[in-house]
């Protein structure tokens, strides 16, 4: 028989998760539970499994009235969802901007504007999407009227981003004021988006020490903070993670291997030094990216390609999903498997809802990510404040009992005396003991041992009494 190894998963937070597959099938994902230790579950399930509808990127805005999810499928239409029922709000398709089929430019990019400035989010959103030529377009549209009839509104902006490869992954900062893009053939690029211009290129690393160049082929890419556009982290098809910043210079800052496969999906962390790597192997693993030390592997092995990772806001988990068909949810602390959903199809996107269950999330946050160092942090002050109140007792009640204030300070001082003389008297008896044992073996046949110990001279007695029978 073969070793099996079972991993206990203890469960997870309150959350809501939703993931895309390749039949273009929308699934939510809901652990409700007491205490922070909930498991998930399967509660819906969006659409009809279609190969042509396969989900290449999707986009949340997860605020708290009206929010709206943005998905883009293989045929070419891009689909705005309620994320809370599912329900389309309407769809467009990309092909008729672009004027190039859909099967032979698909979108490699998509984004959800969160509307912050002057206009009303519930009345209209913003697209921005990035196909594998490089067809970039920033595109408004009406939500409140009917699917049929939804138009583009305002100015639409189109611009080619590609220099003749293709692309493969695209992100936008957290200001949603810059845009970072790269792929096969394509060094990273970042554009702002206000001017459409571009504002940096990356520049490829030189040949090895045997004079071989490395060919340009990114995979992933993510901002390092929501604050900072300037950093930012790239994977690349020949298992290389880099650092680039673009303050510096533009080569990488700093570059270092992971295992032997393609790095498949990237993601940051909210302390915005640490990110999650995830490979073509199943390898899961979190790196300091200030030194590109290595701070551990999640533990459980995955058996499939990771092709995404998603980092919740509140909790300290992230969610994997890829071609294994699993759902996977980890804590970042320990590295722990929470839990593990399996979902029959292969996997390709995983977005958290961040607004779900808003009052469980206020009352379990602050207490499932540190639940465990409290523990060990408070385990001290409880038992000090034990002792305090024991002593404040005895105050009390000898203050009932009529002694005046001098008889009352003295059998505190007392009790203090003895509590903290105990252990020496203790240790003085039992030395006193040894030694006394010592010189009664050694004076075993002295009658003045014997009478001076009672106990030893009777047992001497017994003994010869035991002789003489």
Known sequence: MPRTTTLDCPGCPPLRALTFDELGLIKVIEARGKQGRAEPKVVERWGDPDSSKCVLAASIDDRKSDPLLAVARRNGMV????????????????????????EDDPVAGLHLFAKKKSELASRSCTLLTCTTNGNASIRSFEVNKPAADVASTGSS??????GGGSILCSK????????LFGGKRVEMNVWDLDSCAKIWTAKPPPKNSLGIFTPTWFTSATFLSKDDHRKFVAGTNSHEVRLYDISAQRRPVISFDFRETAIKSVAEDLDGYTIYVGNGSGDLASFDIRTGKLLGCFLGKCSGSIRSIARHPEFPVIASCGLDSYLRLWN??????????????????????SNFADEEIAHSAADWPLHEERDEGETPPLKR????????????AEAKSGNKD?????????D?????????????????K????????????NKESSEEYGGKKVKSKKSSKRLEM
């Open 79 to 102: 689909e705005v969802l309620n994320p809370l029922n599912g329900d389309l709000r309407f769809a467009v398709s990309n092909a008729s901007i672009n004027g190039v089929q859909s």
């Open 172 to 179: 936008v900062d957290g200001s949603e004021n810059y845009f």
């Open 434 to 445: 040894k030694g006394i044992k010592k010189e009664a073996e050694a004076k075993s046949g």
């Open 332 to 353: 970042v602390k320990t590295r722990q498997l929470l839990s593990a959903v399996h979902l029959k199809q292969h996997l390709t996107n995983v977005l958290f809802d």
């Open 416 to 432: 203090e005396r003895d509590e903290s003389e105990t252990p020496p008297v203790k240790r003085k008896k039992s030395k006193e």
């Open 385 to 396: 404040k034990k002792s305090k109140e024991k002593k404040g007792i005895k105050k009390e």
């Open 157 to 162: 902006r189109t611009w080619i981003v590609g």
């Open 406 to 414: 001098d008889e009352r300070d003295e059998p505190l001082h007392e």
